[in-house]
C-alpha cells in the first residue's frame, strides 16, 4: 500500500497532488491497483499551470506466471485530462522464455479517446545473450488508427558494456 501527496505554488496559485496505490505480490499472481489526482493548477518542474495534464489516473492490472517459462498480464488504465478529454487503454503483455539466453515478448494496445477513433498498436519481439554481458534483440512496432494512421519500426539492436548499435527501419 502506498500514499503520496504533493502542493505546488506558482504566480500565486496553489496546486495539489494525490497517489494512493495497492500492490499484492505473490506466486504466480500479482494484482495492482492506482488512483492518481492533480489539480488544474498543480505545477512541478516538468509541468506548468497552464500545461495539460491528467487529472484523474485510474489504472488496474494483473499478471501470472505460468510456470517459469512465461508470463501473461492485463492492464486497464482510464485517465481524465484537463483540456484533451479522457481515454481508455487496455494492454495484454506476454513474455516466454524460450532458452536461457533468449525470451519473446509481445503487446498489444487498444486506445479509445472520447474524440478520436480507435488506436491500436502491436510490439513484438525477441532478446537473446549473444556471449557474456552482450545481448542483441530484434523487435517490431506497428500502430493503426487513431490520429496518427499507419505505420511502424523494425529494429535490431546489439550491445555490450563497452559499444550499443542500433539498426531501425520506419516506415
Request: aromatic share 12%; charged share 15%; net charge positive.
Amino acid at each position: 500500500m502506498g500514499a503520496a501527496a504533493a502542493a505546488s505554488l506558482q504566480k500565486h496559485s496553489a496546486g495539489t497532488a494525490a497517489l494512493l496505490s495497492y500492490s499484492y505480490v505473490g506466486r504466480p499472481l500479482l494484482v495492482q491497483l492506482g488512483v492518481r489526482y492533480q489539480s488544474n493548477e498543480y505545477a512541478n518542474l516538468g509541468l506548468t499551470q497552464t500545461s495539460d495534464r491528467q487529472r484523474l489516473d485510474l489504472t488496474a492490472s494483473t499478471a501470472i506466471a505460468i510456470g517459469r517459462l512465461a508470463n501473461f498480464s492485463f492492464q486497464f488504465e482510464r485517465a481524465v485530462s484537463r483540456d484533451s478529454g479522457w481515454f481508455n487503454r487496455l494492454t495484454l503483455q506476454c513474455n516466454r522464455t524460450i532458452t536461457r539466453w533468449a525470451y519473446a515478448f509481445a503487446t498489444v494496445n487498444n486506445t479509445y479517446w472520447r474524440d478520436y477513433p480507435v488506436e491500436y498498436s502491436t510490439f513484438f519481439g525477441l532478446s537473446f545473450s549473444v556471449a557474456e554481458r552482450t545481448t542483441a534483440g530484434a523487435s517490431r512496432t506497428d500502430h493503426w488508427g487513431g490520429q496518427a494512421g499507419r505505420g511502424g519500426t523494425t529494429q535490431a539492436t546489439a550491445s555490450n558494456p563497452c559499444r550499443w548499435v542500433r539498426v531501425s527501419d520506419t516506415e
